[in-house]
């Protein structure tokens, strides 16, 4: 669509753009079976180009993991902002194991 304006031309348009490659996308992520919440806070702290971790951790539990929302911010929720556990580990791993296999019983 063009329109003339005091001599100048305005154009505007849609182009197609290409959608960005996402960080997780981009990672090359274990097998859900073979990894623990350790080893993928441990792989997510490590990757220097990720922005706003915790709320990666929870895009990568809701869309690698297939997780819910809600499940994914339980997670969370007892980790800093650096995703060291506010709760003792094995804690933190027993509410990995009951999120992502409730039927798991310890």
Known sequence: MTAEDD??????GKYPMPRPVTWIEATNWPPKESTTL??????????????????????ALHEVYG?????ARQITSVLDEVLF?????DELECLWRSVVSPDVID
């Open 67 to 71: 997780l819910s929302v809600s499940k």
């Open 85 to 89: 556990p506010t709760v003792p580990e």
């Open 7 to 12: 001599d100048y031309w305005v154009i505007a």
């Open 38 to 59: 350790t080893e993928l806070l441990a792989m997510i702290r490590g990757g220097s180009d990720i922005p706003q971790m915790k709320i990666a951790v929870a895009k």
